[in-house]
């Protein structure tokens, strides 16, 4: 019998803003500062959830920004040690069912242009590339890709 570790996705609170700076620093050339976590909790239009392992410890998180019906992918990131185990599609489930509960009728995030796991994954979802920022990220130089999922499934038209 294979040997499962359970993972829970929950809201974040401010005692796991440390772990979640530091899945920042391992994910992005330019992480969020624990101050910019912090403000995203206490954002009104901002929702963060973090997947946590069967010891409590935070393993990935998601960021995202809802305006109007609207929703915006801010973050998500996963452990480096933990990738390729489907964790980053329970953090995108949260996000859909979030999006819905909210009366989201799109959602859009961007990418970097040469970050083909995550854009599949986002094209798993229905996310379509639609528009270009070249050269948008630094460290290194690469097109960032806006993406949409235009119509979320399960919402009012």
Known sequence: MENIVPFL???????????????????????????LLLETLQCPYDE???????R??????????FLGDEGELMRIAVAPGLRGQGLSRR????????????GARDLTLEVRSGNE??????????FKREAVRRGYYRDPKEDAW????????????
Do not use: H
């Open 9 to 35: 996705v929950r809201a974040m609170t401010e005692s796991d803003v440390a772990a979640v700076r530091q899945l920042e620093t391992a994910s992005f050339s330019d992480p969020w500062t624990e101050r």
């Open 48 to 54: 963060s959830w973090v997947l946590t392992g069967s």
């Open 56 to 65: 409590g410890e935070v393993c990935g998180y998601i960021n995202l920004r």
């Open 91 to 102: 953090l995108m489930d949260r996000m859909v069912s979030s999006a819905r509960e909210k």
């Open 117 to 126: 796991t995550a854009i599949n994954l986002y094209k798993a979802y229905g």
């Open 146 to 157: 806006i993406m949409w999922l235009r119509s979320l499934p399960g919402t009012p038209s």
